[in-house]
């Protein structure tokens, strides 16, 4: 028995560490932004654990949280602390992954609207958020016992987001932390496991209701913004790993008031993160991005710090 459970927990090390921390950026600028680099997205964990997540994020440059608003070089300085929850279950026999988070920000922004002078301030929760993920190849949900002896090759799983409009949201504002519309980002990807090494891509598109409720009295729809990552991870020891991300958007043209804005964005990023081991339970994670190319949406530098506790699964 002890043996069985020595097996378990070395399992627990190899996959779990690096499965939810990468969440953080999502909690973050990642979902507020919808340009998040997610490595290690697939990695499967045993059924029934739990995550808990804290992080800070600070993000400069170009932030925009509604890629609907009309602005270019925007300056802004934003700042969130992020909770989220983590849950690994059974989907049907397949590795799953509900989620759930919720963003506190605060960001200044400095920007000239119609040759006004703009800055603003804002403070409070942002859209929070919440998600199912399934493994559909390669990830069959086991129980910790059998953790001990599985061992990943190629991954190939699917998820659904959903942001919540529940943010602070003010018509009167141009800057908000919410953004006052329905979001729902269904994505696709594939892992290689190779030795140390893990190899990623994966496929995204956001879906955005209307906001009739825009600041100024006005109408904005946004077409789907699609987007693709490429992930290179290296696995040093147990918990402790590196990569280098690659990703990029294109879409997402607006339309105010029915008239169609050429406007679609197509912006490339780039990032790296490494995450560590504290002790069995506990894991820290550091992560930069920044941009590499933008044609209209934001272009900004992010920086993420997370704390992870998990329990459970056993």
């Known amino acids: 028995m002890r043996r069985g459970r020595a097996k378990a927990g070395r399992a627990y090390r190899i996959l779990c560490p690096g499965l939810p921390l990468l969440l953080i950026l999502l909690v973050s600028s990642g979902e507020l932004t919808a340009q998040a680099l997610e490595p290690r997205l697939l990695s499967p964990a045993p059924v029934g654990m739990n995550f808990g997540i804290v992080g800070y994020v600070y993000s400069s440059g170009d932030v925009l949280l509604d890629e609907t608003l009309p602005l270019e070089d925007t300056e802004a300085r934003l700042h969130s602390i992020s909770t989220a929850y983590v849950r690994s279950i059974d989907f049907f026999g397949l590795s799953g992954r509900l989620?759930?988070?919720v963003p506190f920000a605060d960001g200044k922004w400095s920007a000239v609207?119609?040759?006004?002078?703009?800055?603003?301030?804002?403070?409070?929760?942002?859209?929070?958020?919440?998600?199912?993920?399934?493994?559909?190849?390669g990830a069959p949900a086991?129980?910790?016992?059998?953790?001990?002896?599985?061992?990943p090759r190629t991954l190939v799983g699917a998820s659904v987001r959903i942001r919540v409009?529940?943010?602070?949201?003010?018509?009167?504002?141009?800057?908000?932390?919410?953004?006052?519309?329905?979001r729902f980002v269904p994505a696709v990807g594939?892992?290689?496991?190779?030795?140390?090494?893990?190899?990623?891509?994966?496929?995204?598109?956001?879906?955005?209701?209307?906001n009739d409720d825009f600041f100024g009295g006005n109408t904005v729809a946004q077409e789907p913004l699609f987007g693709f990552q490429l992930h290179a991870e290296y696995t040093f020891t147990r918990g402790l790993w590196a990569a280098a991300s690659f990703g990029q958007n294109y879409g997402g043209a607006t339309t105010v008031n029915g008239v169609h804005g050429d406007n679609a964005q197509a912006n490339n990023r780039f990032g790296v993160t490494l995450a560590v081991p504290i002790q069995r339970t506990w894991s820290l994670k550091a992560a930069y991005a920044a941009g590499l190319s933008t044609r209209f949406g934001g272009d900004f530098d992010t920086l993420a710090i997370a704390l992870q506790y998990r329990w459970g699964g056993v």
């Open 99 to 101: 989620t759930a988070a």
């Open 113 to 137: 609207i119609d040759g006004r002078d703009s800055s603003t301030v804002r403070t409070g929760l942002g859209d929070p958020f919440v998600a199912l993920g399934v493994g559909l190849l």
């Open 142 to 151: 086991l129980r910790a016992k059998d953790m001990a002896t599985y061992r």
């Open 165 to 182: 409009p529940i943010g602070q949201y003010d018509s009167a504002k141009f800057f908000n932390l919410g953004t006052n519309r329905w």
């Open 190 to 210: 594939v892992a290689q496991y190779v030795g140390p090494w893990v190899f990623e891509a994966h496929l995204r598109a956001w879906f955005s209701t209307t």
